[in-house]
Nanobody, 126 residues
Framework: QVQPVESGGGWMQAGGSLRLSCAAS????????VGWFRQAPGKEREFVAA????????IYADSVKGRFTISRDNVKNTVYLQMNSLRPEDTAVYYC???????????????????WGQGTQVTVSS
């Protein structure tokens, strides 16, 4: 089992930036597609961004496209989510998850991910 751990959350004024990190100690983490999801109070968990095992392809939710960037450093076994131009509606708990199978595609479906972190809180004030 690959166990991701998120970090980098916190408070930010609207228009500011934060960078989230998702790290795993096992080197096999680099063989999995990775996704970021978020859940705001009173709402369902929603897809944010995903990246293939190689980092060659990325996908984004329409709500964050052009503002957020997902990337990975497989030498460090770390995936990043750079969040720019933050808005109050970005406030949520952000979760990192590894795909259920190695070398799979980047997807938007919750069911395609099998190893979840505990989440990190992001709060954006207007």
């Amino acid at each position: 089992q690959v166990q991701p751990v998120e970090s980098g959350g916190g408070w930010m004024q609207a228009g500011g930036s934060l960078r989230l990190s998702c790290a795993a100690s096992r080197r096999t983490f680099s063989s999995y597609a990775v996704g970021w999801f978020r859940q705001a109070p009173g709402k369902e968990r929603e897809f944010v961004a995903a990246i293939t095992w190689s980092g060659g392809r990325t996908i984004y939710a329409d709500s964050v496209k052009g503002r957020f960037t997902i990337s990975r450093d497989n030498v460090k076994n770390t995936v990043y989510l750079q969040m720019n131009s933050l808005r109050p509606e970005d406030t949520a708990v952000y979760y990192c998850a590894a795909a259920a199978q190695t070398y799979g595609p980047a997807t938007t479906r919750l069911a395609d991910f099998g190893s979840w972190g505990q989440g990190t809180q992001v709060t954006v004030s207007s």
